[in-house]
């Protein structure tokens, strides 16, 4: 099959190799949008998880300013510094004490950070077989490792 795939590519006559570098540039800019909106969410659970350490060390009855949007706050005052409303997406929340809280946090961190190895990994081997696929194209070899193409048996 990788043998074949690249046999159809070579046939490709310019137009076409045009359009295929077209959708490859798309997957790519989609890709980098993935990476970006995973490294927001990424910070956004690093600050939830730091504001949780904070709230964790203050007392209970303790006069606050509480968000209820991004520039909106209202006095309030502490009641339960263990007990939190975790935002767990589309509207809806769950209670859970500190540590749950925290590790909650933790693992959404982790599993956003894994998948955004995994991205930057599809995102380099595109690249890289993109290139060695033109630079044969233009009639150069270059030897990489294996481990870099997609497309080699």
């Not at 046999?7 to 970006?36: H, I, P, R, W, Y």
Request: aromatic share 8%; glycine share 4%.
């Amino acid at each position: 099959m990788a043998m074949s795939v690249r046999g159809e590519m070579e046939k490709l006559s310019v137009e076409q190799l045009k359009a295929v570098k077209e959708q490859t540039d798309l997957e790519v800019n989609l890709l980098q949008d993935s990476l970006n909106n995973i490294r927001t969410a990424t910070t956004r659970l690093e600050l939830a998880s730091s504001a949780l350490h904070d709230l964790s060390l203050r007392p209970t009855g303790k006069k606050m300013l509480v968000p209820l949007t991004a520039s909106l706050y209202v006095p309030g005052t502490l009641q339960d510094p263990d007990q939190v409303l975790v935002d767990v997406g589309t509207g809806y929340f769950i209670e859970k004490n500190m540590p749950q809280a925290k590790d909650y946090c933790d693992r959404k961190i982790n599993l956003l950070k894994s998948n955004f190895e995994q991205l930057v990994e599809v995102k380099v081997l595109l690249f890289v077989n993109l290139f060695q696929y033109f630079l044969r194209l233009l009639g150069l070899v270059i030897s990489l490792p294996s481990f870099l193409l997609i497309y080699e048996t």
